[in-house]
């Protein structure tokens, strides 16, 4: 099999290859959007019922405390009978610390009821606005998962498809120079690169006089010195790899 011969299974492949791994950018983000949406709504279920608890229980504790102040003013009155009904001086002035001490509790009981409506009010107006988000990003999932089951099992689809192609264009190339494709495809997306006229079309850099001469002949694939993708003469101008060629090109291009 020559040279010339494997150059069209070797793109076929390269393509199927990029096609492959668009498809798992498709397919990796749709599911990502959709997962991050439902850990969202997760998070905030999970802040809901936290914040709920806590509005319960300073619910229950306003309650105790307001319990507690009608006590009190029970209490105070009835110390307020017994200053009234005090016989001498000592039961007198105890009677007035009595009721003294009970306005004090008095007054404490009701600055903590002041705050935990103020605290109570600002929890309802958090669980009013997450509850809004919650529901939110549950009317989006429930709109986004038929679209986005759609389009992922369309992907997953083609995806097998290519990957059935794959196994036959495989089967076109000799071995030695499909490990060598699967090599050089570890660190490149895009492995392989032709040339027309002496610039590598991967990194847009020149490649050794005397490698371009060689490979003129067609007798045999080289590597490129600077981007290591396997190389191969074209007679005819093609177009660059995508992926990462572009990127790279401008980036050698300015150090060369």
């Known amino acids: ?81 017994k200053l009234a009904r005090s016989r001498n001086e000592r039961e007198s002035n105890a009677a007035q610390r009595e009721i003294e001490e009970l306005r004090k509790l008095h007054r404490d009981r009701e600055e903590e009821i002041e705050r935990l409506n103020t605290a109570t009010e600002a929890a309802k107006k958090s669980i009013d606005a997450t ?66 006229d002496g610039t590598c079309l991967g990194c847009h850099l020149t490649i050794p006089p005397m490698m371009f001469q060689k490979m003129l002949r067609q007798a045999e694939f080289e590597q490129c010195p600077h981007c290591r993708r396997i190389l191969y003469y074209t007679p005819a101008p093609v177009r660059a790899p995508e992926g990462d060629a572009a990127a790279e090109g401008s980036s050698t291009s300015s150090r060369a």
């Not at 990029?18 to 959709?34: A, N, P, T, Y």
């Not at 995806?159 to 090599?183: D, F, H, I, Q």
């Open 131 to 196: 509850d809004a988000k919650h529901r939110n990003i549950v009317q989006q999932i429930e709109g986004t998962v038929e679209g986005t089951t759609r389009q992922l099992d369309d992907a997953e689809s083609q995806r097998a498809t290519r990957v059935k192609e794959r196994e036959l264009a495989v089967k076109k190339l000799p071995t030695m120079l499909y490990r060598r494709y699967e090599s050089v495809r570890t660190r490149r997306p895009h492995p392989i690169a032709a040339t027309h």
């Open 1 to 81: 099999m020559s040279i010339r011969d494997q150059i069209a299974p070797l793109e076929e492949l390269a393509t199927i290859d990029d096609d492959l791994r668009r498809l798992e950018e498709q397919i990796g983000k749709q599911r990502g959007s959709l997962e991050g949406m439902r850990a969202e709504a997760k998070v905030l279920e999970e802040r809901l019922r936290s914040d709920r608890e806590m509005l319960s229980q300073m619910e229950k504790t306003r309650s105790e405390l307001s319990v507690e102040l009608r006590q009190m003013t029970q209490q105070i009155e009835r110390s307020r009978e």
